[in-house]
């Protein structure tokens, strides 16, 4: 069974860090490009980030560009997330998901990061 | 990178059809057949409904087709259902790597 755990949601302070991991099991997460995606408080999804199987390529939405950095560890079956600079404006649940198809079949139950002083 | 357009909000009585544009641009939407749909719960992760345009995962009941012309996509829901009470959110291939999701969506079952 495809499982997607997230964790490393807190809350932090406008201008600082915070480090998101996504889990990975019941496949083989080398085969599959992965993607996090956002939710603000009652708002719709967000695109934030998706990296190829191997890492050697990453893109990002425009307005975490040069902020966030997404990265994998396939030996560990593992996504992250590494937010520096964080805004108010972060605030939200953080996705992880499997992209294939380019579409999104499984998701995580998400993360919940509040940036707030 | 500007979220694709749907209407806030959609409704039918049980039974009706109910169907939901998402509106882009000839630089997603309209040049890749990369569109998707989803459906979301309250307080749930979203469900992947209709990928590649007309696509259905393994498990989606028949219900839900999607279609699309020119910058334009749309989920029908059929034969509405209690359960379909939910959020929708499209989502398309916008070259370079990139994605981008819809505005969402709530639909009402009266």
């Known amino acids: 069974e495809v499982q997607l755990v997230e964790s490393g949601g807190n809350l932090v302070q406008p201008g600082g860090s915070l480090r998101l991991s996504c889990a990975a099991s019941g496949f083989s997460l080398s085969s599959y490009w992965m993607t996090w995606v956002r939710q603000a408080p009652g708002k719709g999804l967000e695109w934030v980030a998706n990296?190829?199987?191997?890492?050697?390529?990453?893109y990002y939405v425009d307005s975490v560009r040069g902020r966030f950095t997404i990265s994998r560890d396939n030996a560990k079956n593992s996504l992250s997330l590494q937010m520096n600079s964080l805004r108010t404006e972060d605030t939200a649940v953080y996705f992880c998901?499997?992209?294939?198809?380019?579409?999104?079949?499984?998701w995580g139950q998400g993360t919940l990061v509040t940036v707030s002083s | 990178q500007s979220a694709l357009t749907q209407p806030p909000s959609a409704s039918g009585s049980p039974g009706q059809s109910v169907t939901i544009s998402c509106t882009g641009t000839?630089?997603?939407?309209?040049?890749?057949?990369?569109v998707s749909w989803y459906q979301q719960h309250p307080g749930k992760a979203p469900k992947l409904m209709i990928y590649e345009v007309t696509e259905r995962p393994s498990g989606v009941p028949d219900r839900f087709s999607g279609s699309k012309s020119g910058n334009t996509a749309s989920l029908t829901v059929s034969g509405l259902q209690a359960e379909d009470e939910a959020d929708y959110y499209c989502c398309s291939y916008a070259g370079s790597n990139i994605y981008v999701f819809g505005t969402g969506t709530r639909v009402t079952v009266l």
């Open positions: 998901a499997r992209r294939s198809y380019g579409s999104y079949g499984y």
């Open positions: 000839s630089s997603d939407v309209g040049r890749y057949n990369y």
């Open positions: 990296i190829k199987q191997d890492g050697s390529e990453k």
